[in-house]
């Protein structure tokens, strides 16, 4: 049968997230046998990554959940005993899916010459540094509205992450891609800007230098008192005597002593520290130093953001266990556990008996049996398809926002706003990630971000036709829109209308703090889904603590060798490898003579 | 700010007697698709090292290799981008087409269901790669010529339908392996934007500079 897998392995991964993925390449690297399973037909589980057609396929498998299990008797020993897989760990919920538009069928007709009202594709198509020819003609087509039909059609064009996350440009996972070269599949996009909410607006923090310099609304006297305080964190650090008293108080209340102007101390809390009245001194010190240190190195601010979304990156490290040997099989549902001598001897899935060393298994697959916390803390989320950025620049940005409560009851929510460069969508469009930690559901607890950043009613098209027949042709229509609508709009200023929201999405998804009970086989690792944090940090932490579990005395993701260095067997002078180009000039000499047969 | 290199080009500015690449250089993702035991790997290693062995293992440890090809006043860099086994059970990471500029999909002249599945592969890149893409389809193994079940004619028309470079090539006699790269080469189109910096989607690759681990931020100090 030809989904028949080689039956014995050193390590066994079930689950393509991004800490069992880290964890698969790892073991490959060092020549271990690894299988790596999944149960879904795409990468990554709560990592993942879809396309508009994917995400409807996703929510809509999401309702008919998934039936197991085969008659597995005849596949144990005596001793033996089954563990049945189970998915309840990962469980979706409160999933709400809203479109604010209509189709075409309801779409007035718009006339020719309406081309310039397309006022929000033109500044996003027109910042983009290279632009290819088939960028050029769709930019045509984003003269007519966008409808519930135009986007399933560009269904392609959207890469929609379920766990967005980025990576602090000195994290721990930039600095494990390049050490393990691993650095080379991925492509990246530093984040353009940190905004904040300060004085009724959005305002984006100056992080360089430069920035810093340039930025008119903080004065001299304050780049000064910045200056300073930021230094102390950074090379300071939480251990120094300047922060002695306030090892049990708040970083605002260490905050507050240092006769900080209010904007200088809200850039601190909220744009650097990312903090709220209740984060320690420590946290908060630990937090500025972490921004601080990413700065400068991959762009105008500390953060980098995976093109093609975070999805990508699970991926990246399972092309690596593939490259070093992995075996690799989706579709193929872990049926159960065999357990016998307090270990786990071998997996069941399709019918097959595979044994193993080691199991490295996500948290959604867990037999009921060995799990003993079943994970309290669950992620609330939101995702917007809008016409506009919550900030509209020169350029086209990828923008963090941190917005820290208003009331004691909500929680803070980060925010991530992605335009078209990033492949997260079409020319014209902006999708919109907000993330905070679950108190109700998913939308209630995002209420008041979406309330505060974007216009989330229902588009009526002939209102937009009205607006477009009575008004001049230099405002784009959804302004026109928000115009003639409610008088909610009529305190914003002018220039800047929130966005309108397409399309959006709620749901909530499980966190990462489920624990394995003490009768766990010692050789079953438990990998979390996605956590809370901005990066990508826990899960890196974690893949390393399961390597070091499972082969104490190896290295974890030593470089992979680049194309150049690799010597075949049977080539030419392996041996001068080390020593020189000998390999190269081969190359080189093949090189020649192919350019001379050439011409 | 520092400055990103991307060192994997860094021998394709390497002077050639004939002065051949004083010209430009491209450089282009090529990703190679088809089943298992097609030829695939051999076809690479034909075309980067020249060699040829008849049992090749799966090439352990080789992510992509490169290969340029001369072009008048062009030099093609080829980083090419091999399956490493994720087609046996079609579990290959999406990740894998992604800035690819072109494509060989590849099928085995004696096997008919090798060609069946190069057809869904041609159809998988049409629906998940860049709508851009250059694909060339390598009818493999024609060395074998009196195993033949998959008629020349047969592939060519399916080619020229959909609009794909065709060749029947030998990785084993090195037939037609250096034109099939070489005929993408030339399709591919070859202005100032593509492969700059070793990039293909316009993003950055995050690359070690030397001596910038000491580098501190520049930034607030």
Known sequence: MEDDLPTEYDVVVVGTGMTESIVAAAASRIGKRVLHLDSNEYYGGLWATFNFDGLQKWIEDLKSPKQNVADTTSLLQADEKFLKASNQYSTVENIIEKWFISNDADLPVLSTKDTQTDGSGDTAANDGAEKSDEDKSEKKETVKQWSIDRIKKEYRKFNIDLAPKLLFARGELVELLISSNIARYAEFRAVSRVATYMDGKLTQVPCSRADVFANKTVSVFEKRMLMQLLTSCMEQGADSPEFNGFQDKTFLEYLDTKNLTPMVRHYVMQAIAMATDKTSTRDGVNRTKHFLNSLGRYGNTPFLWPMYGSGELPQCFCRLCAVFGGVYCLKRQLDGIVVGDGKCKAIITGKQRLALEHLVVGQGHLPPEIVSSSGEQQISRGIFITDRSIMQGEKENLTLLYYPPEETSQEAVTLIELGPSTNACPQGLFMIHVTCKRTKTAEEDLAYVTKKFLHAEVLDPNVTRNATDSHTQTVSPDKRHLQEGSGETKDDSLESPKPQVLWSLYLNLPASDIKLSDSAPSNVHLCSGPDLDLDFDFAVNQAKAIFEAMYPDEDFLPRAPDPEEIVLEGEEAPGPQFEGDKPEEGEEKQDVEKTEKEE | ?221
């Open chain 2, 1 to 221: 700010m520092v400055v990103i290199m991307v060192t994997m080009a860094s021998r394709s500015t390497a002077q050639r007697p004939n002065g051949s690449t004083q010209g430009k250089i491209c450089q282009f993702k090529l990703v190679l698709l088809g089943e298992s035991a097609v030829g695939k790997s051999s076809l690479v290693l034909r075309f980067v090292k020249g060699q040829f062995h008849e049992y090749q293992e799966s090439t352990i440890g080789a992510a992509f290799l490169t290969q340029t090809v001369c072009l008048d006043d062009t030099t093609v860099k080829f980083e090419i981008w091999d399956t490493a086994g994720q087609e046996r059970y079609h579990s290959l990471a999406p990740m894998y087409y992604r800035g690819a500029q072109a494509a060989i999909v590849v099928y085995d002249i004696t096997n008919q269901d090798t060609f069946v599945r190069a057809t869904t592969w041609v159809k998988e890149l049409q629906r998940q790669a860049s709508p851009n893409i250059v694909i060339a389809l390598a009818g493999n193994k024609s060395d074998l010529g009196n195993k033949r079940v998959v008629e020349f004619d047969e592939a060519q028309t399916y080619a020229d339908e959909n609009g794909l470079l065709f060749m029947e090539t030998s990785a084993k006699t090195a037939m037609n392996v250096n034109d099939i790269f070489l005929a993408i080469a030339k399709k591919l189109p070859k202005n100032e934007q593509t492969g700059s910096a070793g990039t293909s989607g316009q993003g950055r690759r995050l690359v070690e500079v030397e001596g910038q681990k000491t580098t501190t931020s520049n930034c607030c100090k």
